[in-house]
């Protein structure tokens, strides 16, 4: 067997050499020379000649039909290869950010009226169990997410509360991540209100929701790896399900004034609302 090369003639003649045959015709010597490692990879020799169209691609006679059938399976692997990279569009990622900024804003805000009417903010907005549930006053389950006791309550919330809800909104799209955030938040407060309806319970944060928003993007990882499928597939679910819940553990649970079990209601709403979401998609 001739040694493998590739050789880059200067005349223009469309005949092959003797015992030689065509195998393929590129338009640039880059095409040509990609098809021939192919070709030496098969374990046969090539010549790339330059032609009136372009570059020829010669092997030997012999080799032709194994050498085209290699080259044909080459091209139908490579169609869609390298894949098309992915765009960033910062006019995109800064509309995705503007809803988490317009909150941060609203919480702010109140902070500021908070600061001025502490008694009638807390009074009228604050989680209350009692007020909930004997005086049927169900907007406190809203309001409360507004309220903070200090500015390290709020900027504490607010920080987290941009990237969480920033990552919600672009997983779940605008319109239903926020829906899904006040919907499993208001569950959080209302679960953690019915745990504590037998005695005087009050609580206010943005904690709540931000712990809901990692409660769906918890669900939504378990979701999409579900759909995966596989044989120990139950055993990659466990991978976010982890991962949430050590979050949960490290954020949501230290501090004398932390509400550790409005933050454990937050983020299993926000889980079981996802799942419950991703599994009705799926029947339809």
């Not at 139908?76 to 290869?81: N, V």
């Not at 009638?120 to 604050?126: L, N, S, W």
């Not at 409360?144 to 779940?172: I, P, Q, R, Y």
């Not at 928003?213 to 597939?233: C, F, K, M, N, S």
């Amino acid at each position: 067997m001739p040694e493998p090369e590739m050789r880059a003639g200067t005349t223009r003649d469309d005949a092959p050499a003797e015992g030689l045959a065509v195998a393929g015709a590129y338009p640039t010597a880059g095409a040509g020379f990609e098809h021939g490692l192919v070709i030496l990879a098969a374990g046969h020799a090539y010549w790339l000649v330059e032609a009136d169209a372009g570059y020829r691609l010669l092997v030997e006679s012999r080799a032709l039909a194994v050498v085209r059938e290699q080259l044909a399976c080459f091209d139908r692997e490579s169609a869609c290869w390298p894949p098309r990279p992915v765009a960033d569009h910062p006019a995109a990622n800064l509309t995705e950010r503007l809803t988490p900024a317009v909150w941060a804003v609203a919480v702010i805000a109140v902070y500021a009226l908070q600061a001025r009417l502490p008694g009638v903010c807390e009074e009228t907005g604050a989680l209350d169990s009692q007020a909930l549930f004997q005086r049927g006053e169900w907007w406190r389950v809203f309001t409360a997410l507004f309220l903070h006791a200090d500015v390290a309550h709020l900027a504490g919330n607010v920080a987290a509360g941009f990237f969480v809800f920033s990552a919600v909104t672009s997983a779940m799209g605008r319109l239903l991540g926020w829906l899904a955030i006040a919907m499993a938040s208001a569950a959080g407060n209302l679960a953690v209100a019915a745990l504590n309806h037998s005695e005087p319970y009050r609580s206010i944060g943005a904690s709540t929701a931000v712990f809901a928003g990692l409660g769906l993007l918890t669900g939504r990882a378990i979701g999409v790896l579900r759909e995966e499928g596989g044989q120990h597939h139950w055993r990659t679910v466990l991978v976010p399900l982890a991962a949430g819940a050590a979050l949960l553990g490290l954020f949501g649970t230290g501090g004398i004034r932390t509400d550790a079990m409005a933050h454990l209601t937050g983020f299993a709403a926000g889980l079981v609302f996802e799942l419950a979401w991703h599994a009705c998609r799926n029947t339809r």
